[in-house]
C-alpha cells in the first residue's frame, strides 16, 4: 500500500493542525469572557483553588496519597492564590509568579514520577482470603485516573491563571494605580473611556499569529501589505 500510509500522514497533520486551531480560539474566547467579568472569574478562581486543596486533602487521607506530595500540593495552590491579589494583572517579576511557574513544574514532575513507580503509590491490604505475610498487591491506578488527577489537581488552576491573568508588562501606563482593575483614566484617553488589558493567553495568540505573519512574509507566502493590513496598521 502506498496511496493509505499518505493519507494518514496528510490526515494526521490537517488533525493536529485543527486541533492547535481550535484551542487557541478557546484560549481567545475565555479571555475576551475573563476580560468582561473579571470580579466573577476572581471569585470563580478563589473557590476553584479551595476545591482542588480539599480533594487533595481528602485523597491523602482516603486513598493514602503521600503526605509529602499532598503538602505540596496545598501550598503550591496556596501561593497560585496570592496571583489573586491585584486581579487581573500581574507582573511577571513578581516573586510569588515566578514561584507559581516553578512550582506548576516542580508538581507535575513529582507526580509524574510518583504515578510512574508499581502501583502508583496504591499499597493494597492484604484480603482476608490470603496469607498477612505475603506479599501485598499494589492496585496500579489506570490512565484516566492518572490523567484526571492531572487534569483538575495539577494543571486546572494554573492553567485557568494563564488564561485570566493580564502581564502587567503589557499594559501601557496611566495615572492611578500601580496594578490595573480593568476600567481606568490613562493618559491621551477621554473620560468615560474603557481600557480592556490584554490576557497572557490573548497575548500569546496574538503573538504567534503575528510571528506566522511575518514568517509567511518573510517566506514568500504572502506579501507583506496583507499581513501589515490584517494587523490594523493600514
Known amino acids: ?4 500510509p499518505l493519507l494518514g500522514y496528510i490526515g494526521l497533520v490537517m488533525g493536529f493542525g485543527f486541533l492547535t486551531l481550535s484551542i487557541a480560539s478557546g484560549l481567545y ?4 469572557l475573563v476580560e468582561e467579568h473579571s470580579v466573577l472569574s476572581a471569585r470563580l478562581l ?6 482542588v486543596v480539599v480533594v487533595q486533602v481528602l485523597l491523602w487521607l482516603v486513598d493514602g496519597f503521600p503526605w509529602y506530595l499532598t503538602l505540596l500540593g496545598v501550598v503550591s495552590h496556596g501561593v497560585y492564590a496570592t496571583n489573586l491579589r491585584h486581579f487581573p494583572i500581574v507582573k511577571l517579576s513578581d516573586p510569588f509568579f515566578v514561584a507559581s511557574c516553578g512550582l506548576v513544574i ?3 514532575w513529582m507526580w509524574f514520577r510518583h504515578f510512574s513507580q508499581p502501583g502508583g503509590g496504591y499499597r493494597g491490604v492484604p484480603s482476608s482470603r490470603r496469607d498477612w505475610y ?7 491506578p489506570t490512565f484516566t485516573e492518572i490523567a484526571s488527577y492531572f487534569g483538575l489537581c495539577v494543571w486546572l488552576v494554573p492553567f485557568s491563571l494563564f488564561v485570566s491573568l493580564s502581564a502587567g508588562e503589557n499594559v ?3 495615572m492611578g494605580s500601580e ?3 480593568g476600567e481606568r483614566q490613562g493618559v491621551g484617553f477621554q473620560k468615560g473611556h474603557k481600557r480592556r488589558n490584554t490576557g497572557m493567553a490573548k497575548a500569546a495568540v496574538n503573538g504567534a499569529r503575528d510571528w506566522m505573519n511575518e514568517t509567511g512574509a518573510v517566506m514568500g507566502l504572502w506579501h507583506a501589505e496583507n499581513v501589515r493590513s490584517a494587523r490594523g496598521f493600514d
Do not use: F
Not at 506479599?135 to 496500579?140: E, K, N, S
Open 1 to 4: 500500500m502506498y496511496i493509505l
Open 46 to 51: 478563589r473557590r476553584l483553588i479551595y476545591v
Open 29 to 32: 474566547y475565555l479571555s475576551e
Open 179 to 181: 496594578y490595573a482593575t
Open 172 to 174: 501601557l501606563p496611566s
Open 106 to 108: 516542580l508538581n507535575h
Open 134 to 140: 505475603s506479599t501485598p498487591v499494589y492496585d496500579q
